[in-house]
């Protein structure tokens, strides 16, 4: 039997240095990296109550989103995949 080769949201990937200082170190999944992000902004309250899509970045995220206050949960995910290798 041949395995299965992960698909990209399976796929262990390392998070830049950035990105670890929000969900921690070491190699995770795409999904796995995701569900961490969105554990760290509901503990923190960063979903904007108006517009639950949108995220509003505080000191740790604010790299990850290239330096934006807020971004919308899908432009999240595009720059979740510049912090991951």
């Known amino acids: 039997m041949t395995e299965k080769k992960p698909n990209g949201l399976q796929k262990v990937l390392q ?3 950035e990105l670890s200082a929000v969900i921690g170190a070491g ?3 795409r999904g796995e990296v ?3 992000m969105w554990t760290y902004i509901k503990s ?3 979903q904007n109550p108006a517009n639950k899509r949108e995220i509003i970045a505080d000191a ?3 790299p990850v989103f290239g330096g934006k ?3 919308d949960m899908f432009e999240m995910n ?3 995949a510049k912090h991951l290798k």
Do not use: E
């Open 15 to 17: 998070p830049s240095a």
């Open 27 to 29: 190699q995770l999944s």
């Open 34 to 36: 995701v569900s961490k």
């Open 44 to 46: 923190n309250n960063l």
């Open 60 to 62: 740790k995220l604010k």
């Open 69 to 71: 206050d807020k971004v």
């Open 78 to 80: 595009k720059h979740l």
